[in-house]
């Protein structure tokens, strides 16, 4: 088919005066005007004339209408086919009308609905959308979609690819299987996973066996528990058979009666034996009564014995202490005198002193010399003696000393006073303490804890008071030997006479030091110095009193008087210190002398007489004897009545365990009785249920519901091997098919897209292209690739229908939007190459660019203006206002 | 002493399930079983016998729902001039608190009595019946051992009722409870009425099996038979299977040759039997068939489905050829043929596992059916 001119009137904008194209033929053919010019409005037009019926409603053909009261749209097209110019008019909307008519002869070929059939048998379809319109014509804005071969379209290109058809034989009864098989597979499994699919019936396969399987567990445990019921009836059954049994009955209960007999008898008994018990405490606490009376009295003897002992050392210690006293005071009378004596001595020695002096004070020049010789001598004796008494020593503390022996002595006295002591006055050799024989006049001190025995039938512990004057005494002890130790003497009087002797040695040194100090206290060299200074007077001087003492005599006489003086006046004071101590000391022992006279009347008081201590402890002793075997007996007896009492403990738990026995029995018998009873009727309830009735019929269920499930899996595998291989076998015949689309495209698209190639889909679609960066799917490409890939794909499918003599043109309505300038004139370069042998039709608002495209330009022109002229094959009559014969 | 007429019959399975099957044939195989009792009973009264001895296995399962257990009673009431005489067998076993109980505690119609204890009972003047009921699902023992030890008075006619597999179909049988040969001689009966073998079989010259009234599988024996039995004293029983059973079960084979016209050969096979809608056939289709011939005989059966009760028809190891002229069927489109080349050698491919082959078969019948 090849478009030769085209007439439009009452078609939208263009109303009366109508709109024509003329002069269009083989090869490109160009129609640029400006926006709103009708570019679209033509491209509908041709559309609806050659595809949509006169009598169609469809809304293509209503949009074709000129405003209200603009008439009815009208289309002509002048075209060759089949070797012949012929002329379709049309007329929508009101009063339809189609026909065909040659052009050569003017003879109507074909009207209305015969004219409709011919351009739908010559066009392939009857919808724009279908048939070579549908897979070449672009329209306005549709310019990224590319064309495909589906569904009616692939009429179109596979039409015009029979031979490969022929060859290949793949053609739509395979697509429609493998399309039946896919629809049937899709059903049952979904498409990732390939798992049953919700809503198939495979999937209700699986769900049933699933839900069988659970019925059948659930029916499986009912069958079990019916089971068990059963068990379980049976068993409580059996045991209220044997509880109830005639032989059973009363067995428990009589050998219950018989262990309560023999527990009222056993009680009887117990009470007897408690009787006896309660007399042998009785006689028990008799005894230790008399054992304690006993032994109080032997202790308070010993106690008054001690006291007795310590009344006797008390008064010792008096009398030592009087004796002390008196010594004490004679010693401060000596002391006393001597006193006098020494002060009477100072008196002398003064007074010689003072003659001295005066003596010196008459003989002074003399005498200075003198006595600085003498002093000169004398301070040399000194110091030579001492130089002889060597270094001072410490003399020991005595008043320290002194009254630590008196504590010791008092501590001593104290704890004498508390001692225990035991006086043997007979013995038979049967006494002994601690485990040695006592004799007659033995007087031994009783330690705490010491055992006394007589015989073997008397043993005695002695419980001392406590001995905290012993451990006094011993501190007191230790204190006076350690300070003993310190001074370097073993005795008090040792210590004196070292005392005396340190003091006499400090006294000579002192004495000495105090001469040297006074005599030469600068040493002798200047009393020297002062001699010769003497001297040499005295060689000047004469004569000297011979008669008075020598000073340094007087004064040393005076000096030792008032040094014996001192001393004396001392020794007096310690004398009275003395004298005091031994009559504080002398007061205390008689305080305790009377304190210990006072124990021994108290014990003597309670005790009685002495002489009859021997046969009041004999009465105890006995009466203490009789107890004893009096509970011995009482206790005899007590033990007899016990081995002979039977173990209650023993008949009562025999009582409680016959009763417990009957009392289970009866409970379990109504307790089997209920147990039956609710047993039989859910057994009842079970059975009636026909649990394994019902379980066998699951199984069975589950089991051919398994074997449906398997079939259903066989099928969608066998779907799936279907689909495989027929998607193999059409994969394979495809390339076939694309091979001669392949063959055309390639040229094309070289001016395009060097070393490139167009990978197609199942409906010839353009899918990838492949560059050598790789493969890219068209769907990812730019718009203006897209746009262009689009172009070149309707030109190679135009140029193969026309090389098969199938001859469709190619209508674009601004159909290269996207394209840079460097692309539209490859575009155009590629479009000159594709346009011989087939028909391109542009419609394009870009006149400038596409002033580069060449090819034919085509002009519109009114009708009325001849624009629209038949073809230069057209005979002359047909050039006449064609239009006139669609009006009539 | 005139002869003693009965029926004997066994089996009977009440409550069978029938599970593989859909819910209508269900329903109607069960109500078949519960329907063969009526029909029993007219055939005592065409045969002139008084009693039917049901040897074993009454019913299929120890609970059975109540409608399982109580209608059939109330079928055997009905016929009042027939006394029924029900013996447990390995499927329902007198167990305690099991469904012999649960019948006693509903009370048996008159004219239906339990052979649940070992004990002789005297069925009609001189007539005794020696049951071996079962207790167990597993006795561990020959129950008819027993009837030997017990003694019955001169003269009078013993029957044996017993239940279990014997020692020539052992295999098929209960081991524990095997009866050995002999069990009629070994014990003096005149007759022994046995249940478990579900077709009916003559044993012995005194001992049959009856089969089950009312066929419930695909057997290779021959099912759907009472025995109407005559016995007198001093001679050998008169045995006479008598047919009872509406449906018929069968396992069919159709061994095809490659030059067969398959759906011919299905028809001609099905042609003259039994009434089809009563009719239970599991079909094996063997030998080899050719491509085109395949799709349309597959498609002949599932067209004549509806037609039976049931048909189950395995083509598993129905080979397929296929030559030039069978791909005629997809008019020269080669990506059909090819497509179908692929199946075929897939179904055939010796190195691929039986289910791949299988699998690839029915992928070809898939194709044909979708091309056709």
């Known amino acids: 088919m090849l478009i030769e001119a085209v007439r439009l009137r009452h078609v939208r904008g263009f109303g009366e005066e109508g709109v024509a194209l003329s002069g269009l033929g083989e090869g490109l053919n160009v129609l640029s005007a400006r926006n709103e010019f009708g570019k679209s409005t033509i491209f509908d037009a041709l559309k609806a004339a050659l595809f949509l019926k006169s009598t169609s409603r469809h809304k293509d053909v209503a949009s074709l209408q000129p405003d209200p009261g603009g008439g009815a749209p009208e289309v002509e097209i002048d075209f060759i086919a089949e070797g012949r110019s012929l002329t379709l008019k049309k007329r929508f909307m009101s009063r339809p009308m189609a026909e065909i008519a040659d052009r050569m002869t003017g003879r109507i070929l074909h009207e209305a609905d015969d004219a409709e059939r011919f351009l739908r048998e010559l066009m392939g379809a009857d919808k724009p959308s279908e048939g070579p319109a549908g897979l070449l014509w672009v329209a306005q804005g549709e310019s990224l979609q590319q064309p495909d071969a589906r569904e009616g379209r692939a009429e179109a290109i596979q039409s015009a690819l029979d031979a490969e058809l022929d060859d290949v034989a793949g053609g739509e009864r395979s697509r429609l299987v493998l399309e039946k098989a896919k629809t049937a597979l899709d059903a049952m499994v979904t498409a990732e996973r390939q798992q049953p699919k919700a ?607 199938r001859a469709v043109p190619v209508v674009l309505d601004d159909a290269l939007v996207f394209a840079d300038d460097d692309r539209i004139a490859r575009m155009f370069t590629a479009m000159t190459l594709a346009a011989p042998g087939i028909q391109i039709i542009v419609f394009t608002c870009r006149s400038r660019v596409f002033d580069e495209l060449g090819g034919r330009r085509v002009e519109p022109g009114p009708l009325t203006r001849g624009a629209g002229q038949p073809s230069a094959s057209a005979p002359p009559e047909a050039k006449e206002d064609s239009l006139a014969a669609i009006r009539r | 002493m005139s002869p003693f007429r009965f029926i004997h019959t066994a089996d009977w399975q009440l409550g069978k399930p029938f599970g593989r099957f859909g819910p209508e044939l269900r329903r109607d195989l069960s109500s078949a079983r519960i329907e063969a009792i009526g029909t029993i009973a007219r055939t005592a009264r065409a045969e002139g016998a008084g009693h039917v001895v049901v040897a074993g296995d009454v019913w299929d399962s120890e609970t059975p729902t109540d409608e399982t257990l109580l209608q059939p009673l109330d079928a055997m009431a009905a016929a009042r001039d027939v006394t029924w005489w029900l013996l447990p067998g390995n499927h329902d076993p007198a167990a305690r608190h099991g469904l012999w109980d649960r019948l006693r505690s509903r009370g048996l119609p008159s004219n239906v009595r339990a052979l649940c204890e070992e004990s002789p009972v005297e069925a009609a003047p001189g007539v005794i019946f020696l049951p071996a009921p079962w207790r167990s699902k597993n006795p561990g023992r020959d129950l008819t051992e027993d009837l030997a030890t017990q003694p019955t008075a001169e003269g009078m006619l013993r029957i044996g009722i017993a239940h279990g597999g014997t020692t020539e179909f052992a295999s098929n049988a209960q081991q524990s409870a095997v009866i050995a040969d002999g069990a009629a001689e070994r014990a003096g009966l005149d007759y022994l009425a046995l249940g478990d073998w579900h077709g009916h079989k003559k044993v012995d010259e005194r001992c049959w099996y009856a089969g089950t009234p009312e066929p419930d599988s695909f057997p290779r024996n021959e099912p759907g038979y009472v025995l109407s039995v005559r016995v007198e004293p001093g001679r050998p029983p008169e045995v006479t299977p008598v047919k009872t059973g509406r449906y018929h079960w069968s396992r069919d084979s159709l061994a095809l040759l490659a030059e067969d016209d398959p759906v011919a050969r299905f028809d001609a096979l099905y042609e003259g039997g039994p009434e089809r809608r009563y009719r239970l056939s599991r079909l094996d289709v063997t030998g080899t068939v050719r491509l085109d011939r395949r799709a349309a005989l597959l498609a002949h059966i599932e067209a004549e489905r509806a037609r039976y009760a049931f048909l189950e028809a395995d083509h598993a190891t129905l080979d397929t050829i296929a030559e030039a002229d069978d791909l005629s069927v997809f008019s020269g489109e080669a990506s059909l043929e090819d497509a179908a080349g692929r199946l075929l050698a897939g179904a055939k491919d010796p190195a691929a596992g039986e289910e791949a082959r299988l699998t690839a078969r029915l992928a070809l019948d898939l194709l044909m059916t979708y091309a056709a």
């Open chain 1, 199 to 805: 809503g198939s019936d495979y999937k209700r396969a699986a769900d049933e066996v699933a839900a069988l399987a659970e019925a059948e567990t659930l029916l499986e445990g009912k069958v079990h528990a019916s089971f068990k019921t059963r068990e379980s009836l049976s068993a409580a059954q059996d045991e209220l058979a044997r509880l109830t049994a005639p032989e059973e009955a009363g067995k428990l209960e009589a050998a219950l009666e018989e262990a309560q007999e023999a527990l009222r008898a056993g009680r009887a008994e117990a009470a007897a034996l408690a009787g006896l018990e309660s007399e042998a405490e009785r006689l028990a606490r008799e005894d230790v009564a008399a054992r304690i009376a006993l032994e109080r009295r032997r202790a308070a003897e010993a106690e008054a014995q001690s006291a007795a002992a310590a009344l006797e050392a008390a008064a010792k210690a008096e009398s030592a202490a009087r004796q002390a006293l008196e010594s004490a005071k004679k010693s401060e009378a000596a002391a006393k005198n001597a006193s006098a004596d020494a002060e009477h001595a100072a008196k002398k020695a003064e007074a010689r002193l003072a003659s001295a002096r005066r003596a010196q004070e008459a003989r002074r020049a003399a005498e200075t010399r003198q006595a600085l010789a003498a002093r000169i001598e004398r301070a040399g004796e000194i110091l030579s003696a001492l130089k002889t008494l060597g270094p001072p020593r410490e003399a020991p503390d005595i008043p320290a000393l002194e009254k630590a022996a008196e504590a010791a002595i008092r501590a001593e006295a104290a704890a004498d006073a508390q001692r225990t002591s035991l006086e043997v006055e007979a013995a038979d050799g049967s006494a002994r303490l601690d485990g040695k024989p006592l004799e007659p006049g033995d007087r031994v001190a009783l330690a705490d804890g010491a055992r006394l025995t007589v015989g073997d039938a008397v043993r005695l512990r002695v419980a001392a008071p406590h001995r905290q004057g012993e451990k006094l005494a011993e501190e007191a002890r230790a204190r006076l030997a350690s300070l003993l130790g310190e001074a370097g003497a073993k005795t008090l009087a040792e210590a004196r006479t070292l005392a005396e002797a340190v003091a006499e040695q400090a006294r000579t040194r002192r004495a000495l030091t105090e001469e040297r100090d006074r005599l030469a206290p600068e040493g002798l060299a200047p009393l020297e110095a002062d001699a010769a200074e003497l001297d040499a007077l005295l060689s000047a001087a004469a004569g000297a009193a011979e008669d008075s003492p020598p000073l340094t005599e007087a004064e040393a006489a005076q000096s030792e008087a008032a040094f014996s003086l001192a001393e004396a006046r001392r020794g007096l004071d310690m004398a009275r210190e003395r004298e005091a101590a031994a009559a504080a000391r002398s007061n205390e022992a008689v305080v305790e002398k009377r304190v210990a006279e006072t124990r021994v009347q108290e014990k003597m008081l309670a005790l009685g007489p002495e002489a009859e201590w021997p046969e009041r402890r004999a009465a105890l002793e006995k009466a203490q004897a009789e107890t004893s075997a009096a509970a011995g007996t009482a206790r005899a007896a007590h033990a007899e009545a016990k081995a002979r009492l039977p173990k209650l403990g023993q008949l009562e738990a025999d009582v409680r365990r016959f009763g417990e026995a009957v009392r289970n029995r009866r409970e379990r018998i109504d307790a089997c009785r209920n147990d039956i009873a609710s047993l039989e009727e859910r057994l009842r309830h079970e059975q009636a249920q026909g649990a394994e009735e019902r379980l066998s019929a699951t199984r069975e269920q589950r089991a051919a519901a398994e074997e449906a499930l398997g079939r259903y899996r066989l099928q969608a595998e066998a779907l799936r091997l279907l689909v495989d291989a027929l998607s193999a076998a059409r994969g394979e015949r495809r390339a076939l098919l694309q091979a001669p689309v392949t063959a055309e495209l390639r040229p094309l698209l070289a001016a395009l897209f060097p070393d490139s190639g167009l990978v197609l889909g199942d409906d010839l679609s353009p899918a990838a292209l492949t560059r050598s960066s790789g493969e890219e799917p068209v769907t990812r490409l730019s718009g203006g690739t897209r746009e262009q890939i689009a172009v070149l794909t309707r030109l190679a499918f135009a140029r193969l229908m026309s090389a098969r003599g």
